[in-house]
T-cell receptor
Framework: GNSVTQMEGPVTLSEEAFLTINCTYT??????LFWYVQYPGEGLQLLLK?????DKGSNKGFEATYRKETTSFHLEKGSVQVSDSAVYFC???????????FGAGTILRVKS | GAGVSQSPSNKVTEKGKDVELRCDPI?????LYWYRQSLGQGLEFLIY????????KSGLPSDRFSAERTGGSVSTLTIQRTQQEDSAVYLC??????????FGPGTRLTVT
Protein backbone atom coordinates (compact mmCIF):
# COMPACT_ATOMS: atom_id res chain seq x y z
CA GLY A 1 0.00 0.00 0.00
CA ASN A 2 0.89 3.68 0.09
CA SER A 3 2.48 5.12 3.21
CA VAL A 4 4.67 7.98 4.43
CA THR A 5 7.16 7.83 7.27
CA GLN A 6 8.53 10.95 8.91
CA MET A 7 11.14 11.41 11.55
CA GLU A 8 9.68 11.68 15.00
CA GLY A 9 9.73 14.96 16.82
CA PRO A 10 9.77 17.25 18.42
CA VAL A 11 12.76 18.78 16.73
CA THR A 12 14.16 21.66 18.76
CA LEU A 13 16.62 24.06 17.13
CA SER A 14 18.15 27.43 17.84
CA GLU A 15 17.44 30.29 15.49
CA GLU A 16 19.59 30.24 12.35
CA ALA A 17 20.32 26.52 12.67
CA PHE A 18 20.09 24.15 9.71
CA LEU A 19 16.92 22.07 9.50
CA THR A 20 16.37 18.61 8.06
CA ILE A 21 13.14 16.68 8.50
CA ASN A 22 13.35 13.24 6.96
CA CYS A 23 10.50 11.78 4.93
CA THR A 24 10.40 8.45 3.10
CA TYR A 25 7.51 6.91 1.25
CA THR A 26 6.15 3.65 -0.10
CA UNK A 27 3.94 3.84 -3.13
CA UNK A 28 2.94 2.08 -6.32
CA UNK A 29 4.01 4.03 -9.35
CA UNK A 30 5.41 7.52 -9.05
CA UNK A 31 3.38 9.69 -6.70
CA UNK A 32 3.42 13.44 -6.29
CA LEU A 33 5.00 14.53 -3.02
CA PHE A 34 4.10 17.41 -0.76
CA TRP A 35 5.10 19.17 2.42
CA TYR A 36 2.31 20.84 4.36
CA VAL A 37 2.80 23.08 7.41
CA GLN A 38 0.39 23.69 10.27
CA TYR A 39 1.10 26.76 12.39
CA PRO A 40 -0.33 26.86 15.91
CA GLY A 41 -4.10 27.28 15.82
CA GLU A 42 -4.26 27.27 12.04
CA GLY A 43 -5.12 24.88 9.24
CA LEU A 44 -2.80 23.03 6.89
CA GLN A 45 -0.96 25.12 4.33
CA LEU A 46 0.83 23.75 1.30
CA LEU A 47 4.53 24.53 1.69
CA LEU A 48 6.01 22.93 -1.41
CA LYS A 49 5.55 20.08 -3.84
CA UNK A 50 7.31 17.94 -6.44
CA UNK A 51 5.60 15.88 -9.08
CA UNK A 52 8.40 13.78 -10.60
CA UNK A 53 11.79 12.33 -9.81
CA UNK A 54 14.62 14.85 -9.27
CA ASP A 55 12.16 17.75 -9.04
CA LYS A 56 13.02 20.22 -6.32
CA GLY A 57 10.20 22.03 -4.57
CA SER A 58 11.02 25.27 -2.80
CA ASN A 59 9.21 27.99 -0.90
CA LYS A 60 10.01 30.45 1.92
CA GLY A 61 13.60 29.15 2.10
CA PHE A 62 12.48 25.53 2.45
CA GLU A 63 13.52 22.93 -0.12
CA ALA A 64 12.87 19.26 -0.78
CA THR A 65 14.07 17.06 -3.63
CA TYR A 66 12.12 14.06 -4.96
CA ARG A 67 14.58 11.16 -4.77
CA LYS A 68 13.20 8.10 -6.52
CA GLU A 69 16.23 5.92 -5.78
CA THR A 70 15.88 6.40 -2.03
CA THR A 71 12.10 7.02 -2.06
CA SER A 72 12.67 10.14 -0.02
CA PHE A 73 11.54 13.76 0.09
CA HIS A 74 13.50 15.32 2.95
CA LEU A 75 12.67 18.89 3.96
CA GLU A 76 15.58 21.30 4.49
CA LYS A 77 16.09 24.92 5.41
CA GLY A 78 19.43 26.61 5.78
CA SER A 79 18.56 29.00 8.61
CA VAL A 80 15.40 28.57 10.64
CA GLN A 81 13.50 31.34 12.38
CA VAL A 82 11.29 31.33 15.45
CA SER A 83 8.34 31.90 13.12
CA ASP A 84 9.01 28.50 11.49
CA SER A 85 7.83 26.76 14.65
CA ALA A 86 4.98 24.55 13.47
CA VAL A 87 4.03 20.98 12.63
CA TYR A 88 5.29 19.75 9.26
CA PHE A 89 3.55 16.97 7.34
CA CYS A 90 4.94 15.03 4.42
CA UNK A 91 2.30 13.62 2.08
CA UNK A 92 1.93 11.73 -1.17
CA UNK A 93 -0.70 11.60 -3.86
CA UNK A 94 -0.56 8.51 -6.02
CA UNK A 95 -0.87 8.88 -9.82
CA UNK A 96 -4.48 9.53 -10.81
CA UNK A 97 -5.36 9.38 -7.15
CA UNK A 98 -7.48 11.75 -5.13
CA UNK A 99 -6.57 11.20 -1.51
CA UNK A 100 -3.48 12.52 0.20
CA UNK A 101 -1.63 10.04 2.38
CA PHE A 102 0.07 11.87 5.23
CA GLY A 103 2.96 11.12 7.52
CA ALA A 104 2.47 11.46 11.27
CA GLY A 105 3.81 15.02 11.33
CA THR A 106 6.94 16.46 12.91
CA ILE A 107 6.81 19.22 15.49
CA LEU A 108 9.49 21.87 15.00
CA ARG A 109 10.34 24.26 17.82
CA VAL A 110 12.78 27.08 17.15
CA LYS A 111 14.20 28.96 20.11
CA SER A 112 15.58 32.48 19.95
CA GLY B 1 -9.54 35.49 -2.82
CA ALA B 2 -11.48 33.65 -0.14
CA GLY B 3 -10.09 30.34 1.00
CA VAL B 4 -11.86 27.25 2.23
CA SER B 5 -14.11 28.03 5.17
CA GLN B 6 -15.55 25.66 7.74
CA SER B 7 -18.16 26.00 10.44
CA PRO B 8 -18.43 25.76 13.30
CA SER B 9 -14.82 26.19 14.37
CA ASN B 10 -15.52 24.30 17.58
CA LYS B 11 -18.31 21.91 18.50
CA VAL B 12 -18.91 20.20 21.81
CA THR B 13 -21.61 17.56 21.84
CA GLU B 14 -22.86 14.82 24.08
CA LYS B 15 -22.31 11.20 23.24
CA GLY B 16 -25.16 9.87 21.16
CA LYS B 17 -26.11 13.19 19.55
CA ASP B 18 -25.88 13.90 15.83
CA VAL B 19 -23.63 16.67 14.49
CA GLU B 20 -23.30 18.46 11.15
CA LEU B 21 -20.09 20.08 9.98
CA ARG B 22 -20.07 22.49 7.05
CA CYS B 23 -17.48 23.25 4.41
CA ASP B 24 -17.46 26.06 1.83
CA PRO B 25 -14.80 25.33 -0.80
CA ILE B 26 -12.89 27.82 -2.89
CA UNK B 27 -15.12 29.12 -5.64
CA UNK B 28 -14.60 27.19 -8.86
CA UNK B 29 -12.90 24.21 -7.27
CA UNK B 30 -14.53 21.04 -8.54
CA UNK B 31 -13.03 18.64 -6.03
CA LEU B 32 -13.79 18.59 -2.30
CA TYR B 33 -12.26 16.37 0.39
CA TRP B 34 -12.85 15.63 4.04
CA TYR B 35 -10.04 14.48 6.33
CA ARG B 36 -9.88 13.81 10.04
CA GLN B 37 -6.96 14.71 12.30
CA SER B 38 -6.79 12.91 15.61
CA LEU B 39 -4.05 12.22 18.13
CA GLY B 40 -4.10 8.49 17.73
CA GLN B 41 -4.59 8.21 13.96
CA GLY B 42 -2.93 11.30 12.49
CA LEU B 43 -4.46 12.70 9.30
CA GLU B 44 -6.91 10.33 7.63
CA PHE B 45 -8.85 10.66 4.40
CA LEU B 46 -12.61 10.35 4.81
CA ILE B 47 -14.42 11.16 1.55
CA TYR B 48 -13.89 12.83 -1.83
CA UNK B 49 -16.31 14.56 -4.20
CA UNK B 50 -15.49 15.39 -7.81
CA UNK B 51 -18.03 17.16 -9.94
CA UNK B 52 -21.09 15.04 -10.56
CA UNK B 53 -19.28 11.73 -10.10
CA UNK B 54 -20.17 9.32 -7.32
CA UNK B 55 -18.17 10.24 -4.22
CA UNK B 56 -15.27 8.11 -3.00
CA LYS B 57 -16.42 7.10 0.48
CA SER B 58 -13.66 4.60 1.10
CA GLY B 59 -12.28 6.44 4.13
CA LEU B 60 -15.47 6.77 6.15
CA PRO B 61 -14.86 4.83 9.39
CA SER B 62 -18.43 3.62 9.94
CA ASP B 63 -21.96 3.95 8.64
CA ARG B 64 -22.57 6.65 11.23
CA PHE B 65 -20.60 8.99 8.97
CA SER B 66 -22.09 10.47 5.82
CA ALA B 67 -21.49 13.50 3.64
CA GLU B 68 -23.19 15.32 0.86
CA ARG B 69 -22.29 18.10 -1.50
CA THR B 70 -25.10 20.25 -2.75
CA GLY B 71 -24.96 22.03 -6.08
CA GLY B 72 -21.33 21.11 -6.53
CA SER B 73 -20.30 23.58 -3.84
CA VAL B 74 -21.04 23.45 -0.10
CA SER B 75 -20.56 20.15 1.67
CA THR B 76 -21.92 18.84 4.95
CA LEU B 77 -20.36 16.01 6.94
CA THR B 78 -22.84 14.37 9.30
CA ILE B 79 -21.93 12.11 12.20
CA GLN B 80 -24.84 10.27 13.77
CA ARG B 81 -24.90 8.93 17.32
CA THR B 82 -21.51 10.43 18.11
CA GLN B 83 -19.01 8.45 20.14
CA GLN B 84 -16.04 9.68 22.14
CA GLU B 85 -13.64 8.26 19.57
CA ASP B 86 -15.14 10.67 17.03
CA SER B 87 -13.44 13.55 18.85
CA ALA B 88 -10.99 15.05 16.38
CA VAL B 89 -10.37 17.99 14.08
CA TYR B 90 -12.30 17.58 10.83
CA LEU B 91 -10.57 19.22 7.89
CA CYS B 92 -12.05 20.10 4.54
CA UNK B 93 -10.00 20.76 1.41
CA UNK B 94 -10.78 21.71 -2.16
CA UNK B 95 -8.91 21.72 -5.43
CA UNK B 96 -9.16 21.93 -9.15
CA UNK B 97 -9.08 18.37 -10.45
CA UNK B 98 -5.55 17.06 -10.40
CA UNK B 99 -4.11 20.06 -8.63
CA UNK B 100 -2.96 20.71 -5.08
CA UNK B 101 -5.46 20.67 -2.25
CA UNK B 102 -6.16 23.77 -0.15
CA PHE B 103 -7.32 23.20 3.38
CA GLY B 104 -9.76 25.00 5.62
CA PRO B 105 -9.07 25.82 9.28
CA GLY B 106 -10.96 22.76 10.51
CA THR B 107 -13.74 22.04 12.98
CA ARG B 108 -12.68 20.77 16.38
CA LEU B 109 -15.25 18.24 17.56
CA THR B 110 -15.33 17.17 21.19
CA VAL B 111 -17.71 14.41 22.25
CA THR B 112 -18.33 14.32 26.00
Amino acid sequence: GNSVTQMEGPVTLSEEAFLTINCTYTATGYPSLFWYVQYPGEGLQLLLKATKADDKGSNKGFEATYRKETTSFHLEKGSVQVSDSAVYFCALLRPHGNKLVFGAGTILRVKS
Amino acid sequence: GAGVSQSPSNKVTEKGKDVELRCDPISGHTALYWYRQSLGQGLEFLIYFQGNSAPDKSGLPSDRFSAERTGGSVSTLTIQRTQQEDSAVYLCASSLEGFEQYFGPGTRLTVT
